[in-house]
C-alpha cells in the first residue's frame, strides 16, 4: 500500500499456484514492480504491527483461526468453501427475512 501497488501485488499473491514462502512473496513483489527492500522495512513499522495486531484480535473475537474464512451476516464459515456453499448460505438468510446486521 506504501508503493502504491497493494491491489496488484494482492492479485499477483492471490494467482500463485502452490505454495508461498518469503522467497516466491519476494519474486512476486519484485516481478509487480515493487521495491522489496522498502517492502521489507514498511512490514516492520508500528503501523503495520498495529494493524496486524487489530486483525488478529478481531478474527480471535470471531474464532476464525486460519484464512479463508467468510462471514455472511451472523454466520462465520471457516475454511475454503464452494459457491454452492456460499449461495445457501446467502440463501438461508433470505429464506429466513434478510441481513440481521444490515
Avoid at 508461498?20 to 517492502?39: M, P, R, S, Y
Avoid at 504491527?49 to 454466520?75: C, H, W, Y
Amino acid at each position: 500500500r506504501k508503493q502504491g501497488k497493494y491491489w496488484e501485488y494482492h492479485m499477483a499473491m492471490m494467482a500463485h499456484e502452490g505454495r508461498i514462502d518469503e522467497a516466491v512473496a519476494d519474486q512476486i513483489a519484485q516481478a509487480t514492480g515493487l521495491d522489496v527492500k522498502k517492502l521489507k522495512a514498511d512490514m516492520e513499522t508500528d503501523e503495520v504491527n498495529q494493524v496486524i495486531g487489530r486483525n488478529m484480535q478481531l478474527a480471535d473475537s470471531l474464532k476464525i483461526q486460519g484464512t479463508p474464512a467468510f462471514i455472511i451476516d451472523e454466520t462465520v464459515i471457516p475454511g475454503a468453501v464452494g459457491y454452492e456453499a456460499l449461495a445457501a448460505v446467502v440463501k438461508q438468510i433470505r429464506d429466513n427475512g434478510g441481513c440481521k446486521l444490515c
